[in-house]
C-alpha cells in the first residue's frame, strides 16, 4: 500500500496502478490521449505529465507505477504535484506541440463537442500558437463502410492500433513510417475485418476516425441521450441511443464492466438505419391475395374470425429473436386464456426445456466469470459471431494468463481470434471427452474453474436435447460445477430467448413446438399461425395457413402474412430482456414507433379485447406485475442472480444418444441475422466486405 | 526523410535462396520460443540484399509469413528504418552523407557529382547501373566527406574523385574502398603520428579479433556482389 502526497494531501493506494490512475481515484484529473485504462500503456502522447518532487523532469504519469517512487530524502511519501508551474508548462508545451500539425477544422469535424483534444486544450493548452510553419497534410485513409478516416488530425496515441490487436484479437492496424511521417493504416488499406471494429472511432480522441455512417448527420448536443440495452446479440450490451425528432441517429456503448465492458459490436452499434427502413408503419390485411393498408379494428376482426372459426387446437404462436419479455408474456396469457399449448419462442429449433430448471439454459459462468476461468470447451460455438464482446473476454483472459488457456472447441473450424484446439466436429467427439477418454477431458479436469460453452449451433437441432445433457454431464464429470463456480454455460444468439424460456413459452401438454408447428401448418392441421416478430422460419413451409405476423420489419415474417400488425423495434419500448447470463434490463424507449404501430404489448391486449377473452392488465405496470409475479427474475434489473444448479446434474443423469451430424454453422450471416439488421444498408454493405474477403486471395488490398 | 511507401509495380513473390533459408533459420533459432519476431530485421535485410537491395511487398509477406507476424507489424518495422529500401534500387547504390561534418566538408558537391554521373536523387540511372540518396551520418566523420557504395565506404572524396569511382564502377573496374586521397584509414592527413613504432606489432599472438565468427567472406562485402 505505496503511501503518495498528492496535491498536499497524503493517501494510501493499490499496489501496481499508475500515477494517473490514482490520481484518478482521489478525483485529480490528470489529460490525456494515448491512455486507456483497458489497453496497454503506451506513454506516447506525453500529455499526462507531472511534476514529481525530486525527479529532475516531468513524469509521464500514465506509464509510472506509485510503487517506483521514492520517498523524499526525510522520509516524506512521494509527493506529486499535478497543479504546479512545472506541470503546467510540461502540459502546455505537449499541447503546443500536438497542435502543431493538428488542423483548425474543428467547425467541420464531426468530433466537435465530444473531442478530447478541443477539451483539453481549453483546460490545459497554451493560449496561443506560435509555431507558423505549415502543418503537414496525411492522406485518408481506408478503413471500411464504418470507420471514416481524417488522417492529418490524427496525434499518433495509438489507441486504434492496440485496441484492434489487444481486444478486438485482429492486428490489422498499424503506425507506419516515423516522427513527422507516422501514419495509421492497415496492411495495403483493406477494410478491417473485425466485428468490433468500430469501437476505434469512441477511442479515437481527436476527429481522425470518426463514424462514415453518421457523418455530418447531428452535432452531439443536438442528440437527446437514451440509456438502453442492445438486443442484435444475446450478450444485453449496455448501449446509448442518440436521436434526434424521429430518428435514431447512432447508438455507443456504455459502461458495463458486468457484460460489455466499454465495447459493442459492430452490428450493435451500426444497426441503426435499418430503425428507418422496411419499417410497418400501419395494419394491413390480405385481401384477394394482396396486402392492403386498413384499420386496426379491421385487423383484429379479421383475426377473431380465424381464430374463432379455427378453435384453440389449430390455433399456434410462435416468438422471435427480438421480442421483449413484456409482449412475450402478453402472448403467452392470452394463448392461455384461448387454451392453445401450441406455443415456443425457439424458433431456431433448440430444445431447452425451462421445466428442468434455470441453470440448463443460462451462461451460468457469466461474463465476467469467463476472467476465472482456467480451461474453455466450446462446442458448436462461434463465440466471435454470436457474441464478439463475449469473445474478447475470452480473449482478454487469454491474454490474462500469457496464452496458456487451454480452450477446445468441438465443431465447426472458425477463426476465434486466439488459438484453440479443435477436438473434432460432431457429437462423437463431445461423447468420448464425456466418458473420460479423451486428453482434453484431463486438461479440464486438472482446471480449477473450468467452463462448458454450449452454443446455438449444439443446442438448436434435431438432437440438441441429447447434446445438452451430454454437455451437462461433461460439466459434472470435469468437476465445473461447485459451490462457488458453474461453468455450464448455454451462449445463446436470440436476445428474447432466455426471457422467453424464463416465461415458459414452451409447448404445453400435448402442444406443438416450432418445427411441429410449421408442419402441422404445412399440412392444413394447423389454421392459424401468430408471429410475434420471428422471422427466422422458412415461409414457403407453413402451406395454407392463415398467418398473422405482428412485428417491427417488413421481412420474411410480413411477406407471408395475412394479417400485418405494426409493433415497436427495440428503441421505441420499455421491454425487458434478460441475456444469456440470467441477467433482466430494460430497453428504454428513446424515439415513438413510426406511423399507427404500437408498443407490442398493447397489441396484444386489443387483439384479446376483440376475441373476447381480454388480458387481465390495463397497464404495463399491471402487465409487470403479473409477469413478475410468474418470474420473479425478472424483477432483478441489471442484476444477475446465480442460477441453482441442481438441475444440471439432474439433466446429466438423463440418457443420451446424440446423432452424427457435424456441428454447423449458427449463422449463414452475421450481420444479415435479425430483420433490423436485414433492413439496414450499412449491414449489407459490410456483409458484402465480409463477402468480399472471403474471395480475397491475399494479395489484394 | 519523406512519407514512405511500397514501390507500385512489384515482383509476383519472393524465397529466400537455399543458402539464406538455412541462414535465416539460424538466425530465428537465437531467440527463444514465441519470440522468432525478434528476427525480423536481420531477415528483411537478408532479403534486402537478395534482392538486389531493396525489400518488396512480397518479400515483406514472406517474412512475415516466416516469423509468424501479422503483415502490418513487419510493415511497421519495413517503414521505420531508412535502411530499409522499399522501391529499386540501382546495381551500386551510392549513400552521400549529408549531416554536418560531412556537408562542411563538401558532401553538396558530392551530391553534384551525383546528379551529373548518376542523375536526380532516389531514381535509377538509365543503366539500372546505379542510384543515390542522401542519408544522416554514417559515423565516418573524421574522412568526411564520405560515400557508401553498396556496403563500402569511399571516404575523404572530392566531387572529382566521386565522379572517377562512379565512372570505373560503371565499367566494370574495382575500385579500392577506403580514403581516396592516399590517407592511411583515419590517421592524421598529414600521416601517422602515434603508435608508429612498428616493433610493437610483432608479436601479435591474439588471433582473430573477438566477434569474428570465421564465416564472412571480405569479397562478398564488395561492391556489386550482389
Known sequence: ?701 | MSVRRLAVEQPEGFVFTPENLKWAQAVIEKYPEGRQASAVISLLWRAQEQNGGWVSEPALRYIAEMLDMAYIRVYEVVTFYTMFNLEPVGRYYVQICGTTPCMLNGSEDLKEACRKHIGPKDTVSDDGMFSWTEVECLGACVNAPMAQINKYYYEDLTEDLLGEIIEKLRKGESVAPGPQDGRQGCAPKSGPNTLIDSAIYNSDDSGPEPGYAGTSDPKSKMPGAY
Open chain 1, 1 to 701: 500500500m505505496p503511501k503518495l502526497i498528492i496535491d498536499g494531501n497524503e493517501h494510501d493506494f493499490p499496489d501496481g496502478i499508475t500515477l494517473i490512475q490514482a490520481c484518478g481515484l482521489v478525483g485529480v484529473e490528470i489529460p490525456r490521449f494515448c491512455f486507456h485504462e483497458r489497453l496497454s500503456i503506451a506513454g506516447n502522447c506525453r500529455m499526462c505529465l507531472v511534476e514529481v518532487v525530486g525527479m529532475p523532469k516531468p513524469i509521464a504519469s500514465c506509464a509510472m507505477s506509485v510503487n517506483d517512487l521514492r520517498p523524499g530524502p526525510d522520509g516524506t511519501p512521494p509527493t506529486i504535484n499535478t497543479k504546479s508551474e512545472t506541470t503546467r508548462r510540461a502540459q502546455e508545451g505537449t499541447m503546443e506541440f500536438l497542435l502543431v500539425n493538428h488542423p483548425l477544422d474543428c467547425p467541420i469535424c464531426d468530433q466537435g463537442g465530444e473531442c478530447d483534444l478541443q477539451d483539453q486544450a481549453m483546460a490545459y493548452g497554451f493560449n496561443a500558437g506560435r509555431f507558423k510553419d505549415n502543418k503537414r497534410a496525411v492522406e485518408d485513409k481506408y478503413l471500411g463502410p464504418l470507420i471514416k478516416t481524417s488522417m492529418t488530425r490524427c496525434i499518433h496515441c495509438t489507441r486504434c492500433v492496440r485496441f484492434m490487436t489487444e481486444v478486438a484479437g485482429v492486428p490489422e492496424l498499424g503506425l507506419i513510417g516515423r516522427g513527422e511521417d507516422a501514419e495509421i493504416t492497415t496492411y495495403l488499406e483493406h477494410g478491417i475485418h473485425s466485428n468490433l471494429s468500430a469501437n476505434i472511432v469512441d477511442l479515437c480522441p481527436v476527429g481522425a476516425l470518426t463514424s462514415k455512417p453518421y457523418a455530418f448527420q447531428a452535432r452531439p448536443w443536438e442528440l437527446a441521450k437514451t440509456p438502453s440495452i442492445d438486443v442484435m446479440d444475446a450478450v444485453g450490451s449496455s448501449i446509448r441511443v442518440d436521436s434526434r425528432g424521429k430518428e435514431v441517429l447512432r447508438i455507443l456503448p456504455r459502461i458495463n464492466d458486468a457484460v460489455n465492458e466499454e465495447w459493442i459490436s459492430d452490428k450493435a452499434r451500426h444497426v441503426w438505419d435499418g430503425l428507418r427502413t422496411q419499417r410497418l408503419d400501419r395494419p394491413y390485411l390480405r385481401k384477394d391475395g394482396k396486402l392492403a393498408p386498413c384499420t386496426w379494428d379491421e385487423a383484429f376482426a379479421a383475426i377473431a374470425n380465424r381464430i374463432k372459426s379455427a378453435g384453440a387446437e389449430k390455433f399456434g404462436t410462435i416468438a422471435g429473436d427480438l421480442a421483449a419479455a413484456e409482449e412475450m408474456f402478453a402472448l403467452k396469457t392470452l394463448a392461455d386464456e384461448l387454451g392453445s399449448p401450441n406455443i415456443d419462442c425457439r424458433q431456431d429449433g433448440s430444445k431447452f426445456d425451462p421445466t428442468l430448471g434455470r441453470a440448463t439454459y443460462l451462461f451460468n459462468a457469466t461474463i465476467g466469470g469467463i476472467e476465472d476461468a482456467d480451461a474453455v470447451l466450446l462446442v458448436g460455438c462461434d463465440p466471435r459471431v454470436e457474441a464478439p464482446v463475449l469473445n474478447s473476454r475470452i480473449l482478454k483472459r487469454w491474454k490474462q494468463l500469457s496464452g496458456k488457456l487451454p480452450v477446445g472447441l468441438v465443431g465447426a473450424d472458425v477463426d476465434l481470434t486466439y488459438p484453440y484446439q479443435r477436438l473434432g466436429a460432431g457429437p462423437e467427439t463431445l461423447l468420448e471427452i464425456a466418458k473420460g477418454g479423451h486428453d482434453f477431458a484431463k486438461t479440464l479436469k486438472d482446471a480449477k474453474k473450468p467452463m462448458v460453452i454450449l452454443g446455438p449451433a449444439a443446442c438448436a437441432r434435431s438432437d440438441g436435447y441429447d447434446i445438452l445433457t451430454v454437455g451437462a454431464k461433461i460439466a459434472t464429470e470435469i468437476g465445473a460445477i461447485t459451490d462457488e463456480w458453474n461453468g455450464f454455460s448455454v451462449l445463446h444468439a436470440a436476445a428474447g430467448r432466455v426471457a422467453g424460456l424464463d416465461l415458459g413459452l414452451v409447448p404445453g401438454d400435448k402442444g406443438l413446438g416450432t418445427a411441429d408447428m410449421i408442419a402441422a401448418a404445412g399440412k392444413g392441421d394447423l389454421e392459424v399461425l401468430y408471429l410475434l416478430g420471428a422471422d427466422e422460419i422458412d415461409m414457403s413451409d407453413v402451406g395454407k395457413a392463415f398467418v398473422i405476423y405482428q412485428g417491427s420489419h417488413g421481412d420474411k415474417g410480413a411477406n407471408r402474412a395475412d394479417v400485418i400488425l405494426p409493433g415497436a423495434a427495440y428503441t421505441e419500448k420499455e421491454g425487458t430482456y434478460v441475456n444469456t447470463e440470467g441477467r433482466a434490463q430494460m430497453t428504454a424507449r428513446a424515439i415513438f414507433p413510426p406511423g399507427e404501430a404500437r408498443e407490442d404489448w398493447t397489441i396484444l391486449k386489443h387483439l384479446s379485447n376483440a376475441l373476447g377473452k381480454p388480458l387481465p392488465f390495463e397497464t404495463l405496470q399491471e402487465l409487470r406485475s403479473k409477469m413478475y409475479a410468474a418470474a420473479p427474475q425478472l424483477a432483478q434489473l441489471d442484476a444477475l442472480e446465480k442460477a441453482d444448479p441442481s438441475p444440471i446434474a439432474k439433466l446429466a443423469s438423463h440418457a443420451a444418444k446424440p446423432g452424427s451430424d457435424p456441428f454447423g454453422l449458427s449463422m449463414d450471416d452475421y450481420y444479415l441475422s435479425n430483420p433490423i439488421a436485414r433492413a439496414s444498408a450499412i449491414m449489407a454493405s459490410l456483409s458484402a466486405m465480409l463477402a468480399d474477403a472471403g474471395k480475397a486471395t491475399g494479395t489484394d488490398g
